[in-house]
């Protein structure tokens, strides 16, 4: 079942920072804050959708200093996400 504070989400294009492997995020607002509603392999869109992937909660989103909205976002900042107590960076590459 989708979070109920769910108000809209972008899919960004992502890599770990370490480059292997290309993420599609989904990012939403949840009370006004950026927040992780899921995510899949770039490539696996046919096996996993978007209302799969854009329904959760899974932590918060940190844009880097400076950044106020996902629109300001250019290729190669470099995204925090605090997931469920895993903290670790992305690269963005554009929205998908």
Not at 79 to 91: A, P, S, T, W
């Amino acid at each position: 079942m989708p979070h109920p504070e769910i108000s809209g989400y972008d899919v960004l294009n992502v890599t770990m920072e370490d480059g292997d492997e290309h993420l599609e995020y989904f990012i939403g607002k949840i009370r006004g804050e950026l927040h992780l509603l899921g995510w899949r392999p770039a490539n696996m869109g046919a096996y996993f959708t978007e209302n799969e992937c854009s329904s959760l909660d899974l932590g918060k989103v940190l844009l880097p200093e400076g950044k106020k909205s996902l629109k300001e976002l250019v290729e190669g900042d470099v995204v925090h996400i605090n997931e469920e107590g895993n903290e670790y960076d992305v690269v963005y590459h554009g929205m998908a």
